[in-house]
């Protein structure tokens, strides 16, 4: 994938074939990096804040390289399996996920930020994730916050929901309902458009 040409041709392929070419010529991959690593960031920051963030899409595609060989090929698009992938990472900082929304439910602001990037991004993520919301969401089950990110965040549908947490589509539509009616309980009338 050395010339200009194959570029063009990478960048106007689906997925799977990407991902396959990818295991003849590694170089590859570097055309899904592209294609998902800016959303695959921007959920891991939702999720765990900017500090955590580079590292768990880092990791997100670090270990969808190392398991390319076993991406099913007849799924066209990549985006469910890297959030999936991304989600499992985030499980590992679940410490870290609670400690964010622990410290944006005291504050809709951080002033320990070093850099502008930091800033910017910590200041979305608090407008985003309101002291009560981030109250809320704390009080989720893993497995029904995990639903409704990739959901909310990921702006993934059911199926791809399903997909990438490797559980059914009903406890995708279960989880999201139960996560929906604890929101709008701890949220009062400010849920209704939850």
């Not at 990478?10 to 003849?24: C, G, K, L, Y």
């Not at 997100?60 to 991304?86: C, H, N, V």
């Not at 309902?177 to 009338?189: I, Q, T, V, W, Y």
Request: hydrophobic share 40%; glycine share 4%.
């Amino acid at each position: 994938m050395h010339d200009p040409s194959s570029l063009r041709v990478a960048a106007e392929t689906d997925d799977a074939s990407v991902i396959a070419n990818s295991r003849h010529d590694p170089e590859w991959f570097s055309v899904i990096f592209d294609r998902y690593f800016t959303a695959i960031h921007r959920y891991a920051a939702a999720r765990l804040g900017p500090a955590a963030a580079d590292d768990v899409a880092a990791e997100t595609f670090l270990a969808g390289f190392d398991q390319r060989g076993r991406y099913d090929l007849t799924r066209p698009e990549a985006k469910a399996w890297l959030y999936g992938i991304a989600t499992n990472l985030i499980s590992r900082h679940r410490r870290d996920e609670l400690r964010l929304y622990r410290a944006l439910s005291r504050s809709a602001t951080r002033d320990d930020v070093e850099s502008h990037a930091d800033r910017v991004t910590d200041r979305v993520t608090a407008e985003q994730l309101s002291p009560r919301l981030a109250r809320a969401l704390k009080r989720l089950s893993q497995g029904d916050r995990d639903a409704l990110m990739l959901v909310a965040c990921a702006d993934l549908s059911y199926a791809e929901t399903a997909f990438a947490l490797g559980i059914p589509i009903g406890t995708v539509s279960s989880r999201l309902n139960r996560a929906r009616a604890k929101l709008r309980k701890s949220l009062g009338h400010a849920a209704k458009e939850v």
